[in-house]
């Protein structure tokens, strides 16, 4: 019996050539999506469960949808790097890495133009320089080590763009009135669900109250 061949999942799937230091790095920025998608969005919702970032997560993986409809309807091919990348099953066209850090850094970028975020106004010009680095970085990454070519990796950007800078439209201008409406729901409810974003800083707003709990609390056990 034929042994069936074997398929890698992409987004993970990333080799290097022995000895390049600089494709070693790249490899790692490579990475970057996953990364924001299990540590980022995944500890998230764990811990802080804003309706904000829940929809922003969805957006993504609306995104991921798009770009995989895409894929599979032109079935461009990959470069011809991809018999030594074992790639050549999947199709390039347009880079599902670089349309999803452009996503996210354009609808990053829209939240904290609204004044939407976890620090202070002064804080998050970093924010933003960071995650655009390491948009282009991936975006490199992705031409560099052989993955997808100029053109495939420039599409995904646009796409990631166009289809971020739409839905934080829809978000926050179609689904933002039924804010507290989820908050009140009985998923809310269950899953503490909340929405910080009329608060300017919701980190200090947090930081304060709890030590005013814990501050009323010592008093209370102190007089008992």
């Given amino acids: 019996m034929a042994t069936p061949p074997?398929?890698?999942v992409t987004l993970t799937h990333v080799r290097y050539r022995k000895g390049d230091q600089l494709g070693h790095f790249l490899a790692w920025v490579s990475l970057v999506p996953?990364?924001?998608s299990l540590g980022g969005f995944v500890s998230h919702f764990i811990f802080r469960r804003e309706i904000q970032g829940m929809f922003f997560a969805l957006g993504l993986l609306v995104s991921q949808f798009i770009n995989e409809f895409i894929k599979t309807t032109v079935q461009q091919a990959r470069p011809?790097?991809?018999v030594l990348l074992e790639t050549c099953d999947s199709h390039g066209w347009p880079s599902s890495h670089s349309q999803y850090m452009f996503f996210f850094a354009v609808y990053f970028t829209l939240?904290?133009?609204k004044g939407i975020g976890l620090w202070g106004i002064k804080n998050r010009w970093f924010s933003n320089v960071l995650h655009w680095t390491l948009a282009v970085l991936t975006m490199y990454s992705r031409v560099y080590?052989?993955?997808h070519t100029v053109a495939q990796v420039f599409s995904g950007a646009i796409l990631g763009i166009?289809?971020?800078a739409g839905w934080f439209w829809f978000v926050n201008s179609v689904l933002f009135p039924y804010f507290p409406a989820i908050e009140e729901s009985a998923f809310g409810r269950y899953f503490y669900v909340k929405d910080t974003s009329h608060i300017p800083n919701p980190l200090k707003f947090e930081y304060n109250n709890a030590r005013a709990a814990r501050s009323s609390a010592n008093k209370v056990s102190k007089s008992n």
Avoid: S
Wanted: net charge neutral; hydrophobic share 55%.
């Fill in 6 to 8: 074997l398929k890698a």
């Fill in 80 to 82: 011809e790097m991809c």
């Fill in 145 to 147: 080590l052989g993955y």
């Fill in 162 to 164: 166009l289809i971020g």
């Fill in 34 to 36: 996953v990364f924001i």
């Fill in 111 to 113: 939240l904290t133009c």
